[in-house]
């Protein structure tokens, strides 16, 4: 009674007066323990014993992936783009309303991050996206000159040279291109290079030498975790959600654990840690001796030359320590080899899916390099037209259709605070959960002009965009800049605080109601590497699109050889079959593993000189 009915109908009494829709919910999602137990006991036997769940049910809305799962249609069932959810534990707003989300993101001081929920990623130290308060600000001042134009300009050159690595590595002894079966495993080997290179100054070089083979990502390690600085990282990088949840035991439990995967992930922990930390003092003898070229521009180094600058400067107490360093550096990792890794992914998946998309993209590239070779392209003039034109579209869209990042977590200062919903001013408890859904609002019908949909006959799940076209990956929508609207804080609501990067619009593209686009959050918390992302993703997308063109393999149905012969009814055949597999997976095999991703299932590509496509005239 006192630990769950009280509060609950606390909480219930809170949520009424706040005069918005409530749904009650027997536990807090965010409280782990009680959430595992009864996902595994009481929802598990109503699930069995009632029939499937609406969209609206608590069955439904106390799991994590719903977000994912029914995007926006759990608020069109409801009638409202705000919502909340009341558990005894707590009381969560969700909300995919372009207008509250401007609000909310342009409050910072009244709507800080939820950064309990981030607490974990603290294993190498303290660093800018888990704290809050003075501490985020101080590490956000040091941090932001880091991401300049001229790391930018490093990413630029890294891509370019990985990924045509990349692409070669796609050529079988033949000669010919050979079926890729796990593409997100070369963008991810791809966006790790480009990490290594950019943020710590580091040529990534795989054991194999040979990136994008068949093997699984983290073979290179050996049974005791290799020595060797890429291994240690790779491993790292693909086993973070297993090692963070080791570190979050106290330290006797952790070190009396015997069972080899836990003694695996501990020592790469700690491999990866010494690496760091030999690497940043090398840093700080090649900054001393005046070795600049390469410090100034990676993350490192420009970490470490501002730990001098402040030593050097005024106030000794300014500068980061060196855990501090370390934790920053492996939060950029965290933050950004699979975020980008994946919107490279998607967005190969979806062209192969859309070739009239993928034909337009290339036909601009065709304009803008006009035969150059890669060598000779240039950041400071290709950069803005393919970030301006359909590729910067294509970018945008997949962001758009697949938000990597779920929710954007927010929570209210003590004791309220007014958000106008709907026009109405409303009183939001302190300690209330907010939940940007960023799914939701990237497909709400009220801030995105839509057209009809393509196939009316087709089913889309969740059967929420069924009268519109927002369910379906159309660049083209990106392309027309007339469509821009107002919102409330451009009206003067609050006031929009600074986003890190001014120079990295698209302004040539469509700009949407403000809240309505947040892949990379907005506001003073928004995404540091935004332009470091969107110049790998752009970069590896141009170098493919320029001479190669990725279709959807069809190997299950058909060989090449079969292929070669067929007609082309019979290619539209197999081709279609491939589309309907691949389209399904996209709709119902996504999960969200610190940033979403196809789980437990492929889609199989095939690149092809442009010119020598199999099913591009169908
Ligand atoms: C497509 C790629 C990316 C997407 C979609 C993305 C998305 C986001 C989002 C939504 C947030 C806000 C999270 C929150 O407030 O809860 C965020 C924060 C952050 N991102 Fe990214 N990100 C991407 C790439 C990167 C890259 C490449 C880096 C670094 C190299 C990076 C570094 C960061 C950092 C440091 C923060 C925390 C900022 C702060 O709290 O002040 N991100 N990102």
């Known amino acids: 009674i006192n630990r769950i009915c009280l509060p609950l109908i606390k909480n219930i009494r809170t949520a009424k007066a706040t005069g918005l829709c409530f749904i009650v919910v027997p536990y807090y999602h965010y409280n782990f323990l009680t959430a595992r137990l009864m996902s595994r006991t009481l929802l598990r036997l109503c699930n069995l014993l009632c029939p499937g769940p609406s969209f609206t049910s608590w069955r439904v809305l106390v799991t994590s992936a719903w977000p994912l799962k029914l995007q926006h249609a759990p608020f069109k069932a409801l009638g409202t783009d705000t919502f909340l959810i009341v558990a005894p534990g707590g009381i969560i707003l969700n909300t995919a309303d372009a207008d509250v989300i401007s609000q909310v993101l342009a409050r910072g001081q009244d709507f800080p991050k939820a950064t309990e929920i981030y607490r974990s990623i603290n294993i190498y130290g303290r660093n800018v996206v888990s704290s809050d308060g003075p501490i985020w600000r101080h590490h956000r001042k040091i941090t932001s000159p880091a991401f300049s134009e001229r790391n930018n300009h490093l990413v630029w050159k890294e891509t370019l040279d990985r990924t045509q690595a990349m692409l070669a590595s796609f050529v079988g002894a033949d000669g010919q291109f050979r079926t890729v079966e796990h593409i997100a495993r070369d963008t991810t080997r791809l966006s790790l290079e480009v990490m290594g290179r950019a943020c710590l100054g580091e040529k990534l070089e795989w054991p194999s030498n040979i990136v994008g083979n068949n093997r699984q990502l983290g073979e290179s390690c050996s049974d005791t975790v290799s020595q060797s600085f890429t291994s240690s990282l790779e491993y790292v990088a693909l086993h973070i959600v297993s090692i963070m949840a080791i570190k979050a035991l106290p330290e006797w439990i952790i070190r009396t654990i015997l069972f080899i995967p836990c003694k695996k992930s501990l020592e790469a922990y700690d491999d990866w840690g010494r690496h760091m930390r030999s690497m940043i003092s090398r840093k700080r003898s090649e900054i001393k001796t005046g070795f600049v070229e390469a410090a100034a521009t990676d993350l490192i180094g420009q970490l470490v030359r501002s730990q001098d600058d402040f030593v050097d400067g005024k106030s000794q107490r300014v500068a980061l320590t060196d855990s501090e360093v370390l934790g920053n550096l492996f939060v950029f990792i965290v933050a950004g080899h699979e975020t980008s890794a994946n919107t490279i992914h998607f967005a190969l998946l979806l062209l192969a899916l859309h070739p009239m998309a993928q034909k337009m993209a290339q036909s601009e590239l065709v304009k803008i390099f006009k035969g150059r070779p890669i060598a000779s392209w ?174 959807l393999a069809v190997d299950e149905w058909a060989s090449d050889e079969e292929v070669r012969k067929m007609a082309s009814d019979k290619r539209r055949e197999v081709w279609s079959k491939a589309r309907q597999k691949g389209e399904f997976a996209l709709q119902n095999k996504l999960v969200s593993i610190i940033t979403v991703q196809l789980n437990g299932t492929s889609i199989p590509l095939r690149f092809s000189k442009k010119g020598h496509e199999r099913f591009y005239d169908l």
Request: proline share 10%; glycine share 8%.
């Open 378 to 551: 240039s950041f400071d003039q290709d950069l803005p037209l393919l970030l301006n034109g359909m590729l910067g579209a294509v970018l945008n869209e997949v962001l758009r259709l697949i938000s990597l990042v779920l929710t954007i977590p927010k929570v209210v200062t003590s004791p309220s605070q007014s958000l106008l919903v709907d026009g109405n001013e409303v009183q939001i408890p302190g300690k209330t959960l907010i939940r940007l859904c960023v799914p939701a609002v990237h497909r709400n019908p009220k801030f995105w002009p839509s057209g009809p949909p393509t196939d009316p006959g087709k089913l889309l799940f969740p059967l929420d965009n069924l009268d519109n076209d927002l369910g379906e990956f159309k660049p083209e929508r990106w392309l027309d800049r007339s469509r821009t609207r107002l919102s409330t804080a451009e009206k003067g609501y609050g006031s929009p605080a600074p986003t890190p990067c001014s120079s990295d619009d698209n302004s040539g593209l469509y700009t949407p109601v403000k809240g309505a686009f947040i892949p990379f959050s907005d506001g003073q918390r928004s995404c540091l590497g935004r332009r470091f992302a969107q110049v790998e993703i752009l970069t590896a997308l141009a170098v493919i699109l320029s001479e190669y063109s990725v279709e």
